[in-house]
């Protein structure tokens, strides 16, 4: 079945410590999107990336970085520069056929 | 700038009740598309509906309604006869019609529960 993983699903973060957040999907949708979810909040654009070896900055790109070197994974890492990275992050693909299509999300907290 | 408001932050219903969640949309775009998702207690996104811009029509699919009203800038969903299983938290999105670069725009969710 075609879809998108996001792994591990829980991850918990040391003061200071860089994290990856893994992405990896098999519809070979060339867009993909990093989103994170704070409580009562709705979903924020972090990076976002239309093709591979290129991504852009989202809304609240400061403290995370990503790369693009395959078109079927777009990993973001959670930088100790990121102050408050408690939260849910969300990766979502796109494309003409299937439109939108969402992970099942990774809960990071900060230990 | 664009824009989506839930102003609902949470809603509480009794089964079998109808309940409607309200999205005010803002844009500049004359196309743009809107949508539904709906996420359970499990955290995944469900998407529920796409609508673009030139469709004013109302869709109805089971016990699920949307009305959307461009005169207003709104996309309300209506659920009929509300169950247990439809507590969750649900999204409305706007995004750009756009054959390259597609961002989704998130409201800030309307958690709604459905109590026996």
């Known amino acids: 079945d075609g879809g998108i993983t996001q792994s591990p699903k829980y991850l918990f973060r040391k003061e200071g410590q860089n994290v990856t957040l893994s992405c990896e999907q098999n519809?070979?949708?060339?867009?993909m999107y990093w989103y994170r979810q704070d409580p009562g909040q709705g979903l924020r654009l972090i990076y976002y990336?239309?093709?591979?070896?290129?991504?852009q900055k989202g809304d609240i790109a400061e403290g995370y970085s990503v790369s693009r070197e395959k078109k079927e994974s777009f990993p973001l890492t959670v930088t100790s520069a990121q102050k408050n990275p408690t939260a849910f992050y969300l990766c979502?693909?796109?494309?003409?056929?299937?439109?939108?299509?969402f992970g099942s999300g990774t809960r990071l907290t900060v230990v | 700038a664009q824009k989506v408001t839930q102003a609902q932050t949470e809603i509480s219903v009794v089964e079998k009740e109808d309940v409607t969640l309200d999205c005010v949309y803002e844009?500049?775009?004359?196309?743009?598309?809107l949508f539904w998702y709906k996420q359970p207690p499990s955290g995944e996104l469900v998407f529920l509906i796409r609508?673009?811009?030139?469709?004013?029509q109302n869709e109805i699919s089971g016990r699920y309604s949307w009305n959307f009203q461009k005169s207003t800038s709104s996309f309300n969903f209506t659920i009929t006869a509300s169950q247990v299983v439809d507590s969750a938290v649900y999204f409305c999105?706007?995004?750009?019609?756009?054959?390259?670069?597609?961002?989704?725009?998130f409201g800030a969710g309307t958690r709604l529960a459905v109590h026996p």
């Open positions: 979502a693909s796109h494309g003409p056929i299937y439109g939108y299509t």
């Open positions: 519809l070979n949708h060339d867009a």
């Open positions: 990336s239309q093709i591979v070896n290129d991504f």
């Open positions: 844009t500049r775009d004359t196309t743009y598309y």
């Open positions: 609508r673009n811009s030139f469709d004013e």
């Open positions: 999105a706007l995004s750009r019609f756009s054959g390259g670069y597609n961002k989704l725009i």
